[in-house]
Nanobody, 116 residues
Framework: QVQLVESGGGLAQAGGSLRLSCATS????????MAWYRQAPGKQRELVAR???????NYADSVRGRFTISRDNAKNAAYLQMNSLKPADTAVYYC??????????WGQGTRVTVSS
């Protein structure tokens, strides 16, 4: 069973940076894919960034070039470095993990607010 705990959300100014962390309860080697999603008020939850167990990444067009996803196997954690933040990035951000057996897990979410 996998549990995910996000941290690092908060308030940032436009153009600023935040770093989100996702701690896993198990050896991250059992996780095939780590991802970050976000959901703004009144909007559908959307994929922000994804990283595979071999380091392949992909990003939403809206964040490509500004956000970087990474994973640290030694710490059983994943991260989302968010640079050049925009007010449109305001949302609750959720960590997502897919195990090597294709079972999915979600964190509780961490709120990001970007002011102009």
């Amino acid at each position: 069973q996998v549990q995910l705990v996000e941290s690092g959300g908060g308030l940032a100014q436009a153009g600023g940076s935040l770093r989100l962390s996702c701690a896993t309860s198990v050896n991250i080697e059992t996780i095939a894919t780590m991802a970050w999603y976000r959901q703004a008020p009144g909007k559908q939850r959307e994929l922000v960034a994804r990283i595979s167990n071999i380091g392949y990444t992909n990003y939403a067009d809206s964040v490509r070039g500004r956000f970087t996803i990474s994973r640290d196997n030694a710490k059983n954690a994943a991260y989302l470095q968010m640079n050049s933040l925009k007010p449109a990035d305001t949302a609750v951000y959720y960590c997502n993990a897919v195990g090597i057996e294709a079972t999915g897990y979600w964190g509780q979410g961490t709120r990001v607010t970007v002011s102009s």
